[in-house]
């Protein structure tokens, strides 16, 4: 079973530092795209920034310049720098990943969701 833990969310006050990290683990070949979502209170679930294999990146027109996206020093782990928080960062965070894993002698794709992690910024 396929499983992403996130870790590194808490408080922190305005224009304040963050660094969230998430791991894949279980039977998995490899992580192809990585990502980061994030849920507002009363709001939709929004993309935060992707990274692909070949190292990618992509990041959402509010988040440009302030955070960062970046494979992770273990194989398969995703990080999220983010600098200058705002008090509307606050949400919960969410690491995404499509993986790749063979079931059957059969190469499959999959997508895999974590838990989820809470940021709180403070004015």
């Known amino acids: 079973q396929v499983q992403l833990v996130e870790s590194g969310g808490g408080l922190v006050q305005a224009g304040g530092s963050l660094r969230l990290s998430c791991a894949a683990s279980g039977s998995i070949l490899r992580t192809n795209t990585m990502a980061w979502y994030r849920q507002a209170p009363g709001k939709q679930r929004e993309l935060v920034a992707t990274i692909t294999s070949g190292g990618s990146t992509n990041y959402a027109d509010s988040m440009k310049g302030r955070f960062t996206i970046f494979s992770g020093n273990a194989k398969n782990t995703v990080d999220l720098q983010m600098n200058s928080l705002k008090p509307e960062d606050t949400a919960v965070y969410y690491c995404?990943?499509?993986?790749?894993?063979?079931?059957?002698?059969?190469?499959?794709?999959?997508?895999?969701w974590g838990q989820g992690t809470l940021v709180t910024v403070s004015s």
């Open positions: 995404n990943a499509e993986v790749s894993f063979y079931n059957n002698g059969y190469l499959r794709y999959l997508e895999v």
